[in-house]
């Protein structure tokens, strides 16, 4: 049981680039969450899936784009990477009503220069 | 809107002392969840403890234990016999309607050998 998973742990970009991050979880939940985290700040919900084939907005959504490609995976695409992007980036994801605890993954360093 | 204020940000303590974090936060709804997480030097995010607001009770995990004072709107965490791996930064969260967290910007704490 891996739990939640995130690739890659740490990426250099160059401005007007693009990537996608990768997270899946193994724990059959049905939520999951796009999360960034900037020096000095709480995390910031950029994107969300409350069930498999939904996706909703976050508290800053702008350039990024998600995909709930099934009930494991689900992935956060930066189309023109810019330097305010660079953050470190947390996938997570929750049961619900069970517990409301959301799970984790190592977080993915991102820096755009 | 929701908001979590945590208004230490970096506290320090000698090993085995006791020290509370502190937390307010604003929400209109009846019934909400409260959270704290603990981020070490890992990045990892880990659940500390959880409480619901319904419940009078305070929550304890061990040596974790909150002070949740509902017409206040102040959650604060006591680590009790703090020892060196307490070394993190903690955050607050408060879970709104849509289920989603609204985070604190965290308190740096400082265990001192």
């Known amino acids: 049981n891996a739990g939640v998973t995130q690739t890659p742990k740490f990426q250099v970009l160059k401005t007007g680039q693009s990537m996608t991050l990768q997270c899946a979880q193994d724990?059959?939940?049905?939520?999951m969450y796009w999360y960034r985290q900037d020096p000095g700040m709480g995390l910031r919900l950029i994107y969300y899936?409350?069930?498999?084939?939904?996706?909703d907005k976050g508290e800053v959504p702008n350039g990024y784009n998600v995909s709930r490609l099934n009930k494991r995976e689900f992935s956060l695409r930066l189309e023109s990477a810019a330097p305010s992007q660079t953050s470190v980036y947390f996938c997570?994801?929750?049961?619900?009503?069970?517990?409301?605890?959301?799970?984790f993954g190592p977080g993915t360093r991102l820096t755009v220069t | 809107a929701q908001t979590v204020t945590q208004s230490q940000p970096e506290m320090s303590v000698q090993e085995a002392e006791t020290v509370t974090l502190s937390c307010t936060y604003d929400?209109?709804?009846?019934?909400?969840?409260l959270f704290w997480y603990k981020q070490p030097p890992s990045r990892q995010m880990i659940l500390v403890i959880r409480?619901?607001?319904?419940k009078q009770q305070n929550a304890t995990e061990n040596r974790f234990s909150v002070n949740f004072q509902k017409a206040a709107k102040s959650f604060s965490l006591k680590i009790s016999d703090s020892q060196l791996g307490d070394t993190a930064m903690y955050f607050c969260?408060?879970?709104?309607?849509?289920?989603?967290?609204?985070w604190g910007a965290g308190t740096k704490l400082i265990i001192k050998p």
């Open positions: 899936s409350a069930s498999e084939g939904t996706t």
């Open positions: 929400t209109s709804e009846s019934n909400y969840y």
């Open positions: 969260a408060c879970m709104d309607s849509n289920y989603q967290l609204i």
């Open positions: 997570a994801s929750t049961s619900g009503p069970v517990s409301y605890e959301q799970y």
């Open positions: 724990m059959n939940h049905n939520s």
């Open positions: 409480q619901e607001a319904y």
